[in-house]
């Protein structure tokens, strides 16, 4: 497995539409952090979308993953390979 930071952006997501869908949303996505799957996110201020590193085999791989999300139809996703550098501090 691969590491791969995501940037996600929602497009055309209506609040009516977001609500409905969040409380599966968010089910699915604690259960990826349980399994490991999910290693981090974090929601971007303006809520427009979020920031995300995922362990994955390939990008192919990350938009399987994410496409059994509710928001998936509305995510404008930018996937970029990572690899852990060691801090010093550490």
Known sequence: MKKFMIDIRLE?????TRMKLLPREQEL????????VIV???IKLDMSGIFMVMMAK????VHSI??????????KITITPVRV??????
């Not at 055309?12 to 009516?16: C, F, T």
């Not at 550098?85 to 550490?90: D, I, L, Y």
């Open 12 to 16: 055309g997501l209506d609040n009516e």
């Open 58 to 61: 390939d990008p192919e791989n």
């Open 66 to 75: 994410l496409s059994t999300l509710p928001y998936y139809p509305y995510m």
């Open 85 to 90: 550098v060691n801090s010093v501090n550490e």
């Open 40 to 42: 981090n996110n974090f």
């Open 29 to 36: 996505v604690k259960e990826m952090e349980q399994n490991g």
